[in-house]
């Protein structure tokens, strides 16, 4: 089955710095890749997400890339804000049947410090 | 408000006990999914529902048995609740095809004592 490692486990920025956050996934025939936030005692919420046709997204302060050769993806926040300081999870799927499942990463603590 | 909605969102239960937990959606969404979130924080799926069918059953002990009455409800009830079942569970659904985005509920933290 599909295997996603993330990292780094946690990181610390000043605000207004970049945050990056880095996924590798282990089956090639995933085509879908979103991004998690997860704050504290709420559900993972959809922060962005990317499909294998494209390479890059943006989303204002956030933008995902994806390189299905070296299969691996990232997440990266430009002019970080306290509110931004969360668990961030990535995962990947096959996407389209009824079969799929997202299988996600262990999760990145990010804290902003203002 | 649409949402996944969860209940109870907290639940403290004794060793042996039988409890459930309940989801629903009013997204209109086709599958759903229940996922635990142990401390480390890590999610793993433990069972998905498409139109009320069972399509994913991953390696969860069978005292874990999932109901769907109807697409828009996935309830999971556990029977001899065990201290290692303590973690905070996640409902979710989706719509399998183009858009293909999972809503997850607010969760419920289930601790057995």
Known sequence: ?114 | DTAVSQTPKYLVTQMGNDKSIKCEQNLGHDTMYWYKQDSKKFLKIMFSYNNKELIINETVPNRFSPKSPDKAHLNLHINSLELGDSAVYFCASSRQGREWGYTFGSGTRLTVV
Request: include cysteine; charge should be neutral.
């Open chain 1, 1 to 114: 089955g599909e295997n996603v490692e993330q990292h780094p486990s946690t990181l610390s920025v000043q605000e207004g710095d970049s945050a990056v956050i880095k996924c590798t996934y282990s089956d090639s025939a995933s085509n879908y890749f979103p991004w998690y936030k997860q704050e504290l005692g709420k559900g993972p919420q959809l922060i962005i997400d990317i499909r294998s046709n494209v390479g890059e997204k943006k989303d204002q302060r956030i933008a995902v890339t994806l390189n299905k050769t070296a299969k691996h993806f990232s997440l990266h926040i430009t002019e970080t804000q306290p509110e931004d300081s969360a668990v961030y999870f990535c995962a990947a799927a096959k996407g389209g049947s009824s079969g799929d499942k997202l299988t996600f990463g262990t999760g990145t603590r990010l804290a902003v410090r203002p």
